[in-house]
């Protein structure tokens, strides 16, 4: 299947320039790694694995992919270095397709769930807001109806964004200020996009509570208010993550994994950094799909993530 199949050429040029240090960094290592050899063998292999250790792919993730490019050695019986490249990419789509929502892309909306309601989760600092305005002008560019919930009411800055996003992209945002009840501003949201018959809301949650209890508590309130209005509220906790951190990305995704039940990832900031490894390590660990990826400043640059399409720009 072509590679256009899916993405346009413009988004997929965007994801190219996006994962270009990323590609610089895992190519001369992979370079240095197989440099003089023929064969795949087990210093190969060995090299191989902190290569891909090095590229933020993650310990266990890494030890799956060697184990499978094993398998294929064993079986193949012999396999040039040259294989390596096409190798790695195979063995790398499969994985990420394993924990893909099978045909369902990032701005597909239900057609029995409306208005359908995100819950939007993740730390401070990481394009939570950003991700949300960017969202937001994409589905209203598809011609849906959005409305915005400013329920990170912890940071004047969170809220005072998310105004301008909704004046920006001329979409309408509930809030009720700084230092207010974030459940009362998620009610008010659902309600609204019930009343208004919206198809989608998005709402933001604050960054940082003290604790994970904290944490836990302020979300599961959050929900219970939603399903007031709509019992099966929120249709979807869509965890934003920031790439160019690396490992700590991890940590992140294991506090709020443990904190509610996130049902998507949205992993942004891959433009500026060589860590783009690190979408694969997170998709296969925490088994959640990775539903947008941030390769640029654009509101184009949030795009669906296409596991084959990540790949191929990746070892381009």
């Given at each position: 299947m072509g590679i256009f199949n899916f993405i346009s050429k413009e988004k997929k040029e965007s994801l190219d320039k996006g994962l270009?240090?990323?590609n610089r960094n895992l190519f001369s290592k992979l370079g240095k790694a197989i440099a003089?050899?023929?064969k795949v063998d087990d210093q190969v292999l060995d090299e191989l694995e902190e290569v891909l250790i090095t590229s933020d792919v993650g310990v266990d993730t890494t030890l799956k992919i060697i184990e499978r490019i094993e398998e294929r050695v064993a079986r193949d019986k012999y396999l040039n270095t040259s294989e390596l490249n096409q190798i790695l990419r195979e063995e790398i789509?499969?994985?990420l397709e394993e924990n893909q929502i099978q045909g369902i892309t990032g701005f597909d909306l239900p057609d029995h769930q409306k208005p359908y309601?995100?819950?939007v989760v993740g730390v401070n600092g990481v394009g939570k807001t950003t991700t949300i305005g960017k969202l937001a002008a994409q589905y209203k560019?598809?011609?849906k109806k959005v409305i915005l919930g400013a329920a990170d009411t912890f940071r004047a800055a969170a809220v005072e964004q998310l105004k301008l996003w909704g004046e920006r992209v001329e979409v309408p945002v509930v809030s009720h200020?700084?230092?207010t009840d974030p459940s009362a501003v998620a009610f008010d949201a659902v309600k609204h996009a019930v009343e208004l018959q919206a198809d989608v809301v998005l709402v933001d949650t604050a960054g940082r509570l003290h604790t994970k209890v904290n944490l836990m508590n302020e979300l599961s309130k959050i929900k219970r208010v939603m399903q007031k209005f709509i019992p099966e509220a929120p249709h979807e906790i869509l965890l934003i993550l920031d790439?160019?951190?690396g490992q700590n990305a991890f940590i992140q995704a294991q506090e709020f994994t443990k904190a509610t039940d996130v049902t998507a990832l949205a992993i942004t900031k891959l433009d500026g950094t060589a860590k783009g490894g690190v979408v694969i390590g997170i998709s296969d660990q925490f088994k959640i799909p990775v539903k947008y990826i941030g390769v640029g400043e654009k509101v184009g640059d949030l795009q669906p993530f296409v596991g084959s399409e990540f790949v191929d720009s990746l070892f381009k």
């Open positions: 270009e240090k990323s003089g050899k023929s789509s499969g994985l309601v995100i819950l560019q598809m011609g200020g700084m230092n790439g160019s951190t």
